[in-house]
Protein backbone atom coordinates (compact mmCIF):
# COMPACT_ATOMS: atom_id res chain seq x y z
CA UNK A 1 0.00 0.00 0.00
CA UNK A 2 1.66 3.11 -1.63
CA UNK A 3 0.53 6.68 0.49
CA UNK A 4 0.30 9.95 -1.31
CA UNK A 5 -0.02 13.10 0.11
CA UNK A 6 -1.38 15.67 -2.53
CA UNK A 7 -1.30 19.45 -2.07
CA UNK A 8 -4.15 22.17 -2.44
CA UNK A 9 -6.63 21.02 -5.33
CA UNK A 10 -8.96 24.26 -5.27
CA UNK A 11 -11.06 22.64 -7.76
CA UNK A 12 -8.81 22.19 -10.17
CA UNK A 13 -10.01 18.70 -11.74
CA UNK A 14 -8.36 18.07 -14.86
CA UNK A 15 -4.69 18.69 -13.16
CA UNK A 16 -6.22 16.00 -10.58
CA UNK A 17 -7.30 13.72 -12.92
CA UNK A 18 -3.70 13.81 -14.93
CA UNK A 19 -2.08 13.55 -11.31
CA UNK A 20 -3.95 10.37 -10.23
CA UNK A 21 -3.28 8.98 -13.95
CA UNK A 22 0.37 9.61 -13.42
CA UNK A 23 0.37 7.63 -9.58
CA UNK A 24 -1.59 5.17 -11.43
CA UNK A 25 -4.05 5.36 -8.24
CA UNK A 26 -5.95 2.61 -7.99
CA UNK A 27 -8.21 1.95 -4.87
CA UNK A 28 -6.50 -1.62 -4.08
CA UNK A 29 -3.21 -0.19 -3.75
CA UNK A 30 -2.94 3.34 -2.35
CA UNK A 31 -4.20 6.03 -0.36
CA UNK A 32 -4.13 9.10 -0.48
CA UNK A 33 -3.75 12.36 1.78
CA UNK A 34 -5.14 16.22 0.69
CA UNK A 35 -3.67 18.98 2.23
CA UNK A 36 -7.36 20.86 1.88
CA UNK A 37 -8.71 23.80 -0.07
CA UNK A 38 -10.28 20.91 -2.35
CA UNK A 39 -12.82 23.65 -3.31
CA UNK A 40 -13.17 27.43 -4.82
CA UNK A 41 -11.82 29.31 -7.78
CA UNK A 42 -10.70 25.91 -9.91
CA UNK A 43 -13.84 25.57 -11.82
CA UNK A 44 -14.82 22.06 -10.94
CA UNK A 45 -15.12 22.03 -7.59
CA UNK A 46 -17.99 20.08 -7.54
CA UNK A 47 -16.56 17.32 -9.73
CA UNK A 48 -13.35 17.36 -6.96
CA UNK A 49 -15.83 16.72 -4.19
CA UNK A 50 -17.97 14.23 -6.47
CA UNK A 51 -14.10 12.22 -6.63
CA UNK A 52 -13.26 12.40 -2.73
CA UNK A 53 -16.51 11.11 -1.34
CA UNK A 54 -16.58 8.28 -3.85
CA UNK A 55 -12.86 7.29 -2.86
CA UNK A 56 -13.51 8.38 0.66
CA UNK A 57 -12.46 4.84 2.25
CA UNK A 58 -9.46 5.55 0.35
CA UNK A 59 -9.10 9.43 1.61
CA UNK A 60 -7.83 11.63 4.50
CA UNK A 61 -8.63 15.02 3.92
CA UNK A 62 -8.26 17.62 6.30
CA UNK A 63 -10.30 21.13 6.05
CA UNK A 64 -8.81 24.35 4.38
CA UNK A 65 -10.05 27.56 4.94
CA UNK A 66 -11.70 27.52 1.25
CA UNK A 67 -13.74 24.40 2.49
CA UNK A 68 -14.87 26.15 5.85
CA UNK A 69 -15.92 28.87 3.27
CA UNK A 70 -17.78 26.83 1.57
CA UNK A 71 -19.79 25.11 4.81
CA UNK A 72 -20.42 28.55 5.58
CA UNK A 73 -21.82 29.54 2.65
CA UNK A 74 -24.21 26.54 2.37
CA UNK A 75 -25.64 27.10 5.75
CA UNK A 76 -26.00 31.00 5.23
CA UNK A 77 -23.38 32.80 6.69
CA UNK A 78 -22.79 36.01 4.73
CA UNK A 79 -19.46 36.02 3.23
CA UNK A 80 -19.08 39.59 2.70
CA UNK A 81 -22.38 39.34 0.48
CA UNK A 82 -20.26 38.07 -2.66
CA UNK A 83 -22.46 35.40 -4.88
CA UNK A 84 -19.88 32.29 -5.63
CA UNK A 85 -20.86 30.74 -8.62
CA UNK A 86 -19.13 27.36 -7.96
CA UNK A 87 -20.41 27.20 -4.37
CA UNK A 88 -23.87 27.53 -5.92
CA UNK A 89 -23.54 24.81 -8.44
CA UNK A 90 -22.80 22.04 -5.54
CA UNK A 91 -25.71 23.40 -3.76
CA UNK A 92 -28.05 23.31 -6.65
CA UNK A 93 -26.77 19.75 -7.20
CA UNK A 94 -28.56 16.66 -6.70
CA UNK A 95 -26.09 15.25 -4.42
CA UNK A 96 -25.00 18.61 -3.32
CA UNK A 97 -26.17 17.55 0.63
CA UNK A 98 -24.35 14.28 0.69
CA UNK A 99 -21.35 15.98 -0.35
CA UNK A 100 -21.45 18.81 1.97
CA UNK A 101 -22.64 16.54 4.87
CA UNK A 102 -19.10 14.70 4.24
CA UNK A 103 -17.05 17.90 3.96
CA UNK A 104 -18.31 19.25 7.31
CA UNK A 105 -17.41 15.85 8.95
CA UNK A 106 -13.50 16.16 7.58
CA UNK A 107 -11.27 16.57 10.88
CA UNK A 108 -8.88 19.53 10.76
CA UNK A 109 -5.73 18.08 11.31
CA UNK A 110 -4.39 14.10 11.16
CA UNK A 111 -2.17 12.67 12.87
CA UNK A 112 -0.84 8.64 12.77
CA UNK A 113 2.18 6.82 12.47
CA UNK A 114 3.18 8.45 9.11
CA UNK A 115 2.73 12.10 10.50
CA UNK A 116 0.70 14.98 10.36
CA UNK A 117 -1.75 16.26 7.75
CA UNK A 118 -2.66 20.01 8.07
CA UNK A 119 -4.12 22.54 6.13
CA UNK A 120 -2.22 25.60 6.84
CA UNK A 121 0.51 24.60 9.61
CA UNK A 122 1.20 23.55 13.75
CA UNK A 123 1.67 27.20 15.53
CA UNK A 124 4.62 27.02 17.13
CA UNK A 125 3.09 26.84 20.54
CA UNK A 126 1.59 22.78 20.15
CA UNK A 127 3.10 19.84 18.84
CA UNK A 128 1.10 17.52 16.73
CA UNK A 129 -0.39 15.68 19.92
CA UNK A 130 -1.55 19.06 21.38
CA UNK A 131 -2.79 20.41 17.92
CA UNK A 132 -4.74 16.75 17.43
CA UNK A 133 -6.63 17.81 20.82
CA UNK A 134 -7.87 21.62 20.35
CA UNK A 135 -8.66 20.44 16.72
CA UNK A 136 -10.87 17.95 17.76
CA UNK A 137 -12.98 20.15 19.75
CA UNK A 138 -13.72 22.19 16.79
CA UNK A 139 -14.71 19.23 15.03
CA UNK A 140 -17.43 18.49 17.94
CA UNK A 141 -18.93 21.98 17.08
CA UNK A 142 -18.42 21.48 13.61
CA UNK A 143 -20.55 18.17 13.37
CA UNK A 144 -22.54 19.01 16.39
CA UNK A 145 -26.81 20.54 16.15
CA UNK A 146 -25.30 24.09 16.59
CA UNK A 147 -22.82 23.97 13.71
CA UNK A 148 -24.71 26.86 12.05
CA UNK A 149 -23.94 28.71 15.13
CA UNK A 150 -20.46 27.82 15.13
CA UNK A 151 -19.87 29.07 11.67
CA UNK A 152 -21.83 32.12 11.99
CA UNK A 153 -18.52 33.10 14.63
CA UNK A 154 -15.98 30.92 13.15
CA UNK A 155 -14.67 34.09 11.23
CA UNK A 156 -12.35 36.91 12.32
CA UNK A 157 -8.39 37.53 13.25
CA UNK A 158 -8.60 37.50 16.91
CA UNK A 159 -7.50 35.80 19.26
CA UNK A 160 -3.68 35.67 17.82
CA UNK A 161 -2.61 33.49 21.05
CA UNK A 162 -3.55 31.17 23.35
CA UNK A 163 -4.06 33.10 26.61
CA UNK A 164 -5.30 31.55 29.23
CA UNK A 165 -9.40 31.93 29.90
CA UNK A 166 -10.30 32.08 26.14
CA UNK A 167 -14.07 31.47 26.04
CA UNK A 168 -14.67 28.72 23.65
CA UNK A 169 -15.59 30.79 20.37
CA UNK A 170 -12.42 32.22 20.95
CA UNK A 171 -10.65 29.35 21.18
CA UNK A 172 -12.28 27.84 18.86
CA UNK A 173 -11.25 30.44 16.31
CA UNK A 174 -7.77 30.74 17.19
CA UNK A 175 -7.59 26.94 16.16
CA UNK A 176 -9.53 27.43 12.84
CA UNK A 177 -7.14 30.39 12.08
CA UNK A 178 -3.99 28.30 13.16
CA UNK A 179 -4.55 25.47 11.36
CA UNK A 180 -6.34 26.48 8.34
CA UNK A 181 -5.33 30.42 7.69
CA UNK A 182 -1.64 31.03 9.47
CA UNK A 183 1.40 31.92 7.32
CA UNK A 184 3.63 34.06 9.44
CA UNK A 185 3.74 34.56 13.26
CA UNK A 186 6.12 37.40 15.11
CA UNK A 187 8.65 36.39 17.41
CA UNK A 188 6.24 35.40 20.54
CA UNK A 189 4.18 33.36 18.47
CA UNK A 190 0.75 35.63 17.52
CA UNK A 191 -0.17 34.49 14.58
CA UNK A 192 0.07 37.65 11.51
CA UNK A 193 -2.80 37.06 9.43
CA UNK A 194 -2.38 39.97 7.55
CA UNK A 195 1.32 39.01 5.67
CA UNK A 196 0.40 36.28 2.63
CA UNK A 197 3.94 36.80 0.79
CA UNK A 198 6.79 34.08 0.48
CA UNK A 199 9.32 34.27 3.37
CA UNK A 200 12.08 36.22 2.82
CA UNK A 201 9.62 39.00 1.67
CA UNK A 202 8.63 39.04 4.88
CA UNK A 203 8.66 42.46 6.99
CA UNK A 204 11.27 42.64 10.21
CA UNK A 205 9.65 40.20 13.21
CA UNK A 206 7.73 38.08 11.36
CA UNK A 207 8.63 34.10 10.98
CA UNK A 208 7.16 31.44 8.65
CA UNK A 209 5.01 29.60 11.37
CA UNK A 210 7.34 26.58 11.12
CA UNK A 211 10.55 28.72 12.04
CA UNK A 212 9.72 30.81 15.00
CA UNK A 213 12.62 30.72 17.40
CA UNK A 214 12.30 28.16 20.29
CA UNK A 215 9.17 26.86 18.51
CA UNK A 216 7.47 23.59 19.84
CA UNK A 217 8.79 20.09 18.02
CA UNK A 218 5.99 19.00 16.15
CA UNK A 219 7.33 15.24 17.24
CA UNK A 220 6.69 13.52 13.49
CA UNK A 221 6.74 14.66 10.15
CA UNK A 222 4.32 17.56 9.03
CA UNK A 223 2.40 17.79 5.31
CA UNK A 224 0.35 21.09 5.16
CA UNK A 225 -0.47 23.01 1.76
CA UNK A 226 -2.07 26.57 2.15
CA UNK A 227 0.66 28.54 1.15
CA UNK A 228 1.68 28.89 -2.52
CA UNK A 229 4.26 31.82 -2.61
CA UNK A 230 6.00 29.18 -0.33
CA UNK A 231 5.69 26.38 -3.07
CA UNK A 232 7.27 22.88 -2.78
CA UNK A 233 9.15 23.24 0.52
CA UNK A 234 11.20 20.38 2.10
CA UNK A 235 13.00 20.31 5.60
CA UNK A 236 12.39 18.39 7.95
CA UNK A 237 10.24 17.33 9.27
CA UNK A 238 8.16 20.17 7.44
CA UNK A 239 6.83 19.05 4.30
CA UNK A 240 4.94 21.95 2.31
CA UNK A 241 2.51 21.07 -0.89
CA UNK A 242 0.95 23.71 -2.16
CA UNK A 243 2.15 24.89 -5.37
CA UNK A 244 -0.55 26.95 -6.51
CA UNK A 245 -1.90 25.32 -9.07
CA UNK A 246 -5.16 27.29 -8.99
CA UNK A 247 -2.98 29.80 -9.79
CA UNK A 248 -1.14 28.49 -13.08
CA UNK A 249 0.90 26.48 -11.19
CA UNK A 250 1.73 22.71 -10.45
CA UNK A 251 -0.53 20.09 -8.66
CA UNK A 252 2.04 18.13 -6.13
CA UNK A 253 2.25 14.96 -5.04
CA UNK A 254 4.66 13.30 -2.64
CA UNK A 255 5.05 9.87 -1.85
CA UNK A 256 4.74 9.92 2.56
CA UNK A 257 7.23 6.79 2.41
CA UNK A 258 9.88 7.37 -0.18
CA UNK A 259 9.76 10.92 0.12
CA UNK A 260 12.24 11.04 -3.10
CA UNK A 261 8.97 10.08 -4.91
CA UNK A 262 7.46 13.80 -5.98
CA UNK A 263 5.15 13.92 -8.68
CA UNK A 264 3.73 17.44 -10.04
CA UNK A 265 1.40 18.35 -12.98
CA UNK A 266 1.64 22.08 -14.17
CA UNK A 267 -1.80 23.69 -14.58
CA UNK A 268 -2.82 24.05 -17.80
CA UNK A 269 -2.01 20.22 -18.37
CA UNK A 270 0.88 20.49 -20.55
MN1 LIG B 1 -5.85 27.72 2.04
Redesign the pocket.
Given at each position: MSLYAIG?IQGCWPVLRQLLRRIGFSKKRHRLWLT??LVNRGGQSLEVLRWAYQHRRKIVAVL???DLALLAYAAGVHLRDKPNAEFDRILAAEDGETLLHWLRHRPLLHLDTDGCLV??GLPPWWDAREARQQAERVETLLQGPDYRHFLRHMFGNQPDYPEPGLDEMDAARLTVNAL?RMRFCDAEGRINLKEKGAPAAEPAGLYPWFAVPGRKPPGCRVFF??WSALGLYRKEPWYGLDTGAVWGGRLTAINVRDLAEIIQIPNPIE
Open positions: DGDGNHHATGH
